[in-house]
């Protein structure tokens, strides 16, 4: 079975500081990877995907992600966070089998809190 | 192009009543998925439809059924309601179902739906 792991709940920064959010997964074969971001009372925001090649993976927003198959990581990063990057934050896989169609598996949110 | 529209925002139902959540998806998208987000279990899969036809199902009840029409729009229903079913339902489009290139899914802001 797919599980995806984001071991922190929440995640404090400076404004100014460089942001990481973390998300392990653990699945069969090569998922595709995703990285989305909730804003209150909104749906969710694709911010980036991994699907081969380079391991960093630039997204919106200035955001970028790396990709880590031996410990099976994609933790998302942003050089210099912003108070607007305040939100939830969702690590998500997807079987790569077409026949699993577009089923994506999420874990279970990081809240970031950017501090002026 | 028009985002994702999810129909109404928010519900208010009692235990037993049934409800049906709508989804329109961006013009051209063929795939629609529903997630129901909960504090407790997070963002879980609920069902996915593609080209009129239900392509995966989540670990739900057989109260949850969904269905897709020819314009790929989207309803869910469930069926004599639970207080646990109290959620956010997020309904998600893509261009195709398991496509090789990992296309990411856009989703809509959701129905809050609270049951009493």
């Known amino acids: 079975a797919q599980s995806v792991a984001q071991p922190e709940d929440q995640v404090n920064v400076a404004e100014g500081n460089p942001l990481t959010v973390k998300c392990t997964y653990s699945?069969?074969?090569?998922?595709?990877l995703f990285w989305y971001v909730q804003y209150p009372n909104r749906g969710l925001q694709f911010l980036l995907k991994?699907?081969?090649?380079?391991?960093l993976v630039k997204g919106s927003y200035g955001f970028e992600a790396e990709f880590n198959k031996s410990q099976t990581s994609f933790h998302l990063k942003k050089p210099s966070a912003l108070v607007s990057d305040s939100a939830l934050y969702f690590c998500?896989?997807?079987?790569?089998?077409?026949?699993?169609?577009?089923?994506?598996?999420f874990g279970g949110g990081t809240r970031v809190l950017v501090k002026p | 192009k028009a985002g994702v529209t999810q129909t109404p925002r928010y519900l208010i139902k009692t235990r037993g009543q049934q409800v049906t959540l709508s989804c329109s998806p961006i013009?051209?998208?063929?795939?629609v998925s529903w997630y129901q987000q909960t504090p407790g279990q997070g963002l879980q899969f609920l069902f996915e439809?593609?080209?009129?036809?239900?392509?995966n199902k989540g670990n739900f009840p057989g109260r949850f059924s969904g269905r897709q029409f020819s314009n790929s729009r989207s309803e869910m229903n469930v069926s004599t309601l639970e207080l646990g079913d109290s959620a956010l339902y997020l309904c998600?489009?893509?261009?195709?179902?398991?496509?090789?290139?990992?296309?990411?899914?856009?989703f809509g802001p959701g129905t809050r739906l609270t049951v009493l």
């Open positions: 699945v069969s074969g090569n998922p595709y």
């Open positions: 991994y699907i081969t090649g380079d391991n």
């Open positions: 998500a896989v997807r079987d790569r089998v077409r026949a699993a169609g577009n089923k994506l598996t």
């Open positions: 439809y593609f080209s009129e036809t239900q392509r």
């Open positions: 013009s051209g998208h063929r795939s």
């Open positions: 998600a489009s893509s261009l195709e179902s398991g496509a090789p290139l990992g296309d990411e899914q856009f």
